[in-house]
């Protein structure tokens, strides 16, 4: 647990010696820290995020025109929270991460983190508050001349902590992320995923509240990728920071988010927890977006067969997706008693969102008891989402 390798005068783990004692500043050390802005409680938390009608607007330049980027966006993320904002290319969702931390000023609209109104400060007080946002980068944004502990140390010498606390904090924060024998290494000698491990830390340095993800795995290989979005729930889990992703992949949101906000033009189409909106979307982003995940395609045996068409079908094919206690329910056995037919299971996927069962499933129905309705009835006492596949012959 991170909080069992907290020093008193720090909230972000340091090493321990051997004896259990913890390694870190006492007395004049330990005050220093303090007035640098460590918080004495290790596990302060996260802050709250409200976008209260946030629009952005860039202005015309030359022949291209004016672009709404954010159109009255409002979206509320509690303290703790892993919050996942999802959308393809110039839906705005870089646009809008930006906002949150004030380096895009929104053209109308409030954005609150921590109760502070962010978009209406001053340079000097935003960059004060900027203290409690951390930012990891898709591509990186290390300085190649630094070693990983010299680019953890960055934001710290800027705000003119003191030597002896800053190697304290940055050794803690190496050990944190698994770079403890890599701290003299530059970053042409990491891989990707260590590089973006030493974002991490970095973006906690000045020990937020709030880290913000601007695509931080698209760069990275799925086994990576899912080693850093492990350190992420793992630091929102034990130190409570808040965390505001953006992604265009549905799997890291099904991975960690607590909920997720579709944006689209400009605008949040859809919102709710994962698991909800994984079982019932209500647009054709967010199917979109959920239909390209692992194990959604129909399987290969059947792709060819399928046609739109009932008329002459045999067999009709229905994706069920289940969530909660109803994935462990025996719905098809249940289906096909009721009914009193053959009901084939074609193929499927069981998994989990977060602490919810999530289960798929592909069967196939006579397609004249279809048409007749009487599954479509007996499916609608079940807590599930049917959808027709299609017809085979």
């Known amino acids: 647990m991170l909080q069992d390798i907290l020093t008193p005068g720090f909230s972000t783990p340091v090493l321990r010696q ?28 996260g802050a709250s995020i409200v976008l209260d009608g946030v629009s952005k ?3 015309a330049r030359g022949q291209d025109a004016a672009v709404e980027a954010l159109k009255s966006i409002s979206l509320s993320v509690p303290a703790g ?11 705005g969702k870089s646009t809008l991460i930006r906002t949150i931390n004030g380096l895009e000023p929104p053209t109308e609209g409030r954005v609150i983190v921590d109760g502070v109104t962010i978009s209406q400060l001053d340079e000097r007080a935003l960059r004060a508050e900027r203290r409690k946002i951390g930012m990891i980068f898709q591509h990186f944004n290390l300085l190649s001349s630094r070693t990983a502990f010299a680019n953890v140390a960055l934001p710290l010498e800027l ?48 020990d937020p509240k709030v880290l913000l993800s601007d695509e931080a795995t698209s760069a990275l290989d799925p086994e990576t990728t899912r080693s850093i979005l492990a350190l992420l729930a793992r630091v929102n889990a034990e130190l409570g920071v808040t965390i505001a992703l953006i992604t265009h992949e549905m799997g890291v949101i099904k991975e960690i988010c607590h909920r997720v906000g579709v944006i689209e033009a400009g605008s949040i189409i859809e919102e709710g927890p994962v698991h909800e909106v994984f079982a019932h979307p209500r647009t054709a982003t967010a199917k979109s977006f959920i239909g390209s995940l692992p194990g959604r395609e129909v399987p290969a ?9 009932p008329a002459g079908a045999s067999q009709t094919v229905l994706r069920l997706t289940l969530i909660g206690a109803a994935a462990n329910e025996p719905v098809v056995t249940r289906l096909g008693r009721e009914l009193g037919i053959d009901v084939v299971l074609l193929g499927g996927q069981i998994d989990s969102i977060g602490s919810h069962p999530f289960a798929l499933l592909y ?16 499916l609608a006492a079940e807590n599930l989402t049917v959808e027709v596949v299609g017809h085979v012959v």
Do not use: C, N
């Not at 929270?81 to 839906?91: D, F, K, L, M, T």
């Not at 992320?177 to 530059?186: A, E, I, Q, T, W």
């Open 18 to 45: 051997s004896t259990k004692e913890s390694v870190g500043p006492t007395g004049a050390g330990a005050r220093a820290a303090t007035a640098a802005g460590f918080s004495r409680d290790a596990r302060g938390g």
């Open 159 to 206: 705000i003119g902590v003191p030597a002896a606390a800053i190697r304290q904090k940055v050794l803690g924060l190496l050990e944190l992320v698994g770079l403890s024998d890599k701290k003299d290494r530059y970053p042409v000698e990491l891989s990707g995923g260590q590089k973006q491990r030493v974002g991490i830390a970095r973006a906690l340095a000045t």
């Open 57 to 59: 607007t860039f202005p």
């Open 81 to 91: 929270e892993i919050y996942g904002i999802i959308g393809r290319s110039g839906a």
């Open 363 to 378: 069967i196939g129905v006579p397609t004249h008891v279809w048409r007749d309705g009487r599954v479509t009835a007996a």
């Open 301 to 309: 045996a059947l792709a060819g067969r399928l046609r739109e068409d």
